[in-house]
């Protein structure tokens, strides 16, 4: 029993794997995979903080921004503080 994407050895982790997606297949749900930035890499944390930093920088110079956006929240069915 191979599926889509099933290796050719069908040990019993590679069934139950590919019986649960099948599970899921059926239900409606699709299979994405995506590629993420791995956190372990070195230099990630920096990284994160140098862009972090630009996003506050980039905020305190456009003032009317914060303002903006609490006002489009506002519009949104269901949106609380």
Do not use: H, I, N, Y
């Not at 794997?17 to 956190?39: H, I, M, N």
């Not at 944390?45 to 140098?50: F, H, P, S």
């Amino acid at each position: 029993m191979l599926q889509r994407g099933a290796c050719a050895v069908s040990t019993p982790a590679a069934v139950r794997v590919a019986r649960a997606r099948e599970r899921k297949r059926r239900s409606g749900l699709r299979l994405v995979q995506l590629w993420v930035p791995d956190t372990r890499q070195p230099g990630f944390a920096e990284a994160c903080r140098q862009q972090s930093a630009r996003v506050a920088q980039a905020d305190a110079r456009d003032a009317g921004l914060a303002r903006w956006m609490d006002e489009a929240l506002a519009q949104v069915d269901g949106w609380t503080d």
